[in-house]
């Protein structure tokens, strides 16, 4: 038997990524389904997708090779992940998800679901690789091969769900103006949806399906939201609400048109919900700010290496009611364990209307750390690399969690091989922005310098 460990793994941080007819073949994509289908076992799963023009051949070659392993298919269409998350949880069935997240167009993914909601153990991956490795098929019989069937109560059942928890008459009472950017992807129903059941006025900007994310860019970054930006400097709308392209992320831009990093999003939830004795969850990578909260608010603060799995199943384990990451992703626990974008906002406005503050005024109630973030493009292995980095400069502390995490006298870097796209991402923390933009710049340079290849004499 073919050992799986001497093999590449398959699974990253976030499933399987790649650029379908490329690296995520049609020809994969219906192996690895029989791999999925061999380990969920004769029994229903839940599939959704998002807007991705390649969703349709992705899922079409999982979904076929799931059914020859004997699995059945509930096809909820396109959804944002966390909504096939709530389905899988609130069902109890395990899920599949076609989807690349925020990664560019070209991109395509497929995520694995276990049937408490969470994506899929890291060991229940390995299982999945070995059977493909393996070749290990549970190839059944015509008629016991899987069937394929719809099931639209999956909207309602999600939105329901976010709904029982917030105060629905207090923030229908507010009447909020909304501005919300799905950036054409999977939410492009969804939260428009959510906003209008919450009694808000919406306005929709680019809330309509586009694989090809023409009118901005997956990511929703500063950079990529300006045409929401300008449009909030208006003065109109109480808040902007952007999501990523399966949408369990949200970031938001407040009254005056100011750009809220997540971090600040994720300080402030954190902040609202814990109580003395609360466990709260997150990485490496968000800000010293969470730390403040959670002492002030005689929490326990317990970091993770980066990634919302990895965050999810530390929460589960140390039975944490709120945790995420400085992304935008935020797990409210008592919901579901998953980042969820659209409870996400409904948790803001809940805030928003319970408080009767702007969202400006609750942020300027945080303590105040600033990150900056850049990436450059990963052309030697990230172990190379290490020792030039840690030979760098006068520290104070370094911390190896993930990546290297470099703590100075006015701030950290962290630097980190991304499980997602072929880059090192770099995020640089101080008390003031400008601080924090040069020191990610500082370790930019170092690391473009690490990887150039010397010239021949």
Same mark, same amino acid.
């Given at each position: 038997?073919?050992?799986?460990?001497?093999?590449?793994?398959?699974?990253?941080?976030?499933?399987?990524?790649?650029?379908?007819?490329?690296?995520?073949?049609?020809?994969?994509? *219906?192996?690895?389904?029989? @791999?999925?289908?061999? !380990?969920?076992?004769?029994?229903?799963?839940?599939?959704?997708?998002?807007?991705?023009?390649?969703?349709?051949?992705?899922?079409?070659?999982?979904?076929?090779?799931?059914?020859?392993?004997?699995?059945?298919?509930? /096809?909820?269409?396109?959804?944002?992940?966390?909504?096939?998350?709530?389905?899988?949880?609130?069902?109890?069935?395990?899920?599949?998800?076609?989807? @690349?997240?925020?990664?560019?167009?070209? !991109?395509?993914?497929?995520?694995?679901?276990?049937?408490?909601?969470?994506?899929?153990?890291?060991?229940?991956?390995?299982?999945?690789?070995?059977?493909?490795? *393996?070749?290990?098929?549970?190839?059944?019989?015509?008629?016991?091969?899987?069937?394929?069937?719809?099931?639209?109560?999956?909207?309602?059942?999600?939105?329901?769900?976010?709904?029982?928890? =917030?105060? =629905?008459?207090?923030?229908?009472?507010? *009447?909020?103006?909304?501005?919300?950017?799905?950036?054409?992807?999977?939410?492009?129903?969804?939260?428009?949806?959510?906003?209008?059941?919450?009694?808000?006025?919406?306005?929709?900007?680019? +809330?309509?399906?586009?694989?090809?994310?023409?009118?901005?860019?997956?990511? #929703?970054? #500063?950079?990529?939201?300006?045409?929401?930006?300008?449009?909030?400097?208006?003065?109109?709308?109480?808040?902007?609400? $952007?999501?990523?392209?399966?949408?369990?992320? @949200?970031?938001?831009?407040?009254?005056?048109?100011?750009?809220?990093?997540? /971090?600040? +999003?994720? +300080?402030?939830?954190?902040?609202?919900?814990?109580?003395?004795?609360?466990?709260?969850?997150? #990485?490496?990578?968000?800000?010293? @700010?969470?730390?403040?909260?959670?002492?002030?608010?005689? $929490?326990?603060?317990?970091?993770?290496?980066?990634?919302? #799995?990895? =965050?999810?199943?530390?929460?589960?384990?140390?039975?944490?009611?709120?945790?995420?990451?400085?992304?935008?992703?935020?797990? !409210?626990?008592?919901?579901?364990?998953?980042?969820?974008?659209?409870?996400?906002?409904?948790?803001?406005?809940?805030?928003?209307?319970?408080?009767?503050?702007?969202?400006?005024?609750?942020?300027?109630?945080?303590?105040?750390?600033?990150?900056?973030?850049?990436?450059?493009?990963?052309?030697?292995?990230?172990?190379?690399?290490?020792?030039?980095?840690?030979?760098?400069?006068?520290?104070?502390?370094?911390?190896?969690?993930?990546?290297?995490?470099?703590?100075?006298?006015?701030?950290?870097?962290?630097?980190?091989?991304?499980?997602?796209?072929?880059?090192?991402?770099?995020?640089? *923390?101080?008390?003031?922005?400008?601080?924090?933009?040069?020191?990610?710049?500082?370790?930019?340079?170092?690391?473009?310098?690490?990887?150039?290849?010397?010239?021949?004499?």
């Amino acid at each position: 038997m073919t050992d799986n460990s001497k093999h590449e793994p398959i699974f990253g941080t976030n499933g399987i990524r790649g650029i379908p007819n490329k690296d995520l073949s049609v020809e994969f994509a *219906q192996e690895i389904g029989k @791999a999925i289908g061999t !380990f969920y076992g004769k029994v229903q799963v839940a599939m959704g997708r998002d807007t991705r023009d390649t969703g349709n051949m992705i899922f079409n070659a999982v979904t076929s090779g799931m059914m020859s392993a004997g699995s059945s298919v509930i /096809d909820l269409g396109i959804l944002p992940t966390p909504a096939v998350q709530y389905y899988c949880k609130t069902k109890g069935i395990f899920g599949v998800v076609i989807t @690349a997240s925020h990664n560019p167009p070209q !991109f395509n993914g497929i995520k694995c679901i276990a049937n408490d909601g969470t994506e899929l153990r890291r060991e229940d991956e390995e299982k999945i690789e070995r059977i493909y490795y *393996q070749k290990s098929y549970n190839t059944v019989s015509w008629e016991e091969s899987g069937s394929i069937k719809s099931d639209p109560t999956s909207l309602d059942l999600y939105l329901d769900g976010i709904m029982s928890h =917030v105060d =629905v008459k207090k923030v229908r009472d507010s *009447q909020f103006r909304v501005l919300v950017d799905s950036g054409n992807g999977a939410s492009y129903f969804t939260t428009p949806s959510l906003l209008r059941r919450l009694g808000c006025k919406v306005v929709s900007l680019n +809330t309509y399906p586009d694989g090809k994310f023409t009118s901005r860019t997956s990511e #929703p970054k #500063p950079e990529n939201l300006k045409d929401l930006i300008t449009l909030m400097k208006s003065g109109t709308f109480n808040l902007g609400i $952007a999501h990523d392209g399966d949408a369990d992320r @949200a970031v938001f831009i407040d009254e005056n048109g100011n750009f809220i990093d997540g /971090d600040k +999003t994720l +300080t402030l939830v954190v902040k609202s919900v814990i109580k003395p004795g609360s466990r709260v969850v997150t #990485p490496i990578s968000s800000s010293d @700010a969470i730390d403040e909260v959670c002492s002030s608010g005689k $929490a326990e603060l317990i970091r993770t290496r980066v990634g919302a #799995p990895i =965050v999810s199943r530390a929460m589960i384990d140390n039975n944490a009611m709120i945790g995420g990451e400085e992304n935008g992703g935020i797990i !409210f626990g008592e919901h579901q364990y998953c980042r969820d974008g659209a409870m996400t906002a409904a948790l803001i406005l809940d805030l928003m209307a319970t408080n009767g503050k702007k969202i400006s005024e609750l942020i300027s109630g945080l303590p105040q750390y600033h990150i900056h973030k850049l990436s450059v493009e990963r052309k030697k292995d990230w172990r190379i690399l290490e020792p030039g980095i840690l030979s760098y400069g006068e520290t104070s502390k370094i911390e190896k969690t993930d990546g290297l995490k470099i703590y100075l006298k006015d701030g950290w870097v962290l630097m980190r091989a991304s499980g997602t796209e072929p880059i090192i991402r770099i995020y640089g *923390q101080a008390r003031d922005e400008k601080r924090a933009k040069e020191l990610a710049q500082e370790y930019e340079a170092l690391i473009l310098g690490l990887q150039e290849v010397p010239k021949a004499e």
